[in-house]
């Protein structure tokens, strides 16, 4: 039940393509679900967050979609370009200091 | 600090060696947190530490690693007769708590011959 499943492993676009990360969990009392990018060698840094009281919240090129009744959530990453290949995690919490992360999903977008 | 500190960044050590690995936080974040990145892998929860209270230690994999911050400063993760599958990245974050943002810092990739 602390799980945070996360789907694809790995996504290659092309540059303009719209890739999709896909995110489920079964946990109702989390309600903080943060994404996180990684680049080689680097820290994961914040990326965008949402809370379950919204279905959608954007930041420049990327999107989280949030499905509160299927307890699913999602990020797209719009006009996609080859700066944005990365590691990107995505995270559940429960309002505590605990933080459930995904497995990661490995985004390359081709030039 | 700008940022979360981490030393050091790589370290190669034999089998059976002890290891040490420090975190220097953001000043003025009391909560810390040491995961574990494996190849390929997620995030692995090790250990949280919060101002004085007990840490949540639940992440930790076996008796051979245990961690301490001083002066709910610095924090040390000590892995002691080091096992080829601790071969890993191990990643230290200071948490906002306004924003819930975590801070990572680069990490400190171990390798064990």
């Known amino acids: 039940q602390q799980q945070v499943k996360q789907s694809p492993q790995s996504l290659i676009v092309q540059k303009g393509g719209i890739p999709i990360i896909n995110c489920a969990y079964e946990n109702t009392a989390f309600d903080y679900f943060p994404w996180y990018q990684q680049f080689p060698g680097k820290g994961p840094a914040l990326l965008i967050a949402i809370r379950p009281d919204v279905s959608e919240k954007k930041e420049g090129r990327f999107t989280i979609s949030f499905n509160k009744s299927a307890k699913q959530f999602s990020l797209h990453i719009m006009d996609s370009q080859p700066g944005d290949s990365a590691t990107y995690f995505c995270?559940?919490?429960?309002?505590?200091?605990?933080?459930?992360f995904g497995t990661g999903t490995r985004l390359k977008v081709l030039a | 600090g700008a940022g979360v500190s981490q030393s050091p960044s790589n370290k190669v050590t034999e089998k059976g060696k002890d290891v040490e690995l420090r975190c220097d936080p953001i000043s003025g974040h009391t909560a810390l947190y040491w995961y574990r990145q494996s190849l390929g892998q997620g995030l692995e929860f090790l250990i949280y530490?919060?101002?004085?209270?007990?840490?949540?230690k639940s992440g930790l994999p076996s008796d051979r690693f245990s961690a301490e911050r001083t002066g709910g400063s610095v924090s040390t993760l000590t892995i002691q007769r080091t096992q080829q599958e601790d071969s890993a990245v191990y990643l230290c974050?200071?948490?906002?708590?306004?924003?819930?943002?975590?801070?990572f810092g680069e990490g400190s990739r171990l390798t064990v011959l």
């Open positions: 530490f919060q101002g004085n209270s007990a840490p949540d």
């Open positions: 974050a200071t948490l906002q708590r306004n924003t819930g943002e975590l801070f």
């Open positions: 995270a559940a919490s429960p309002g505590t200091y605990k933080y459930i």
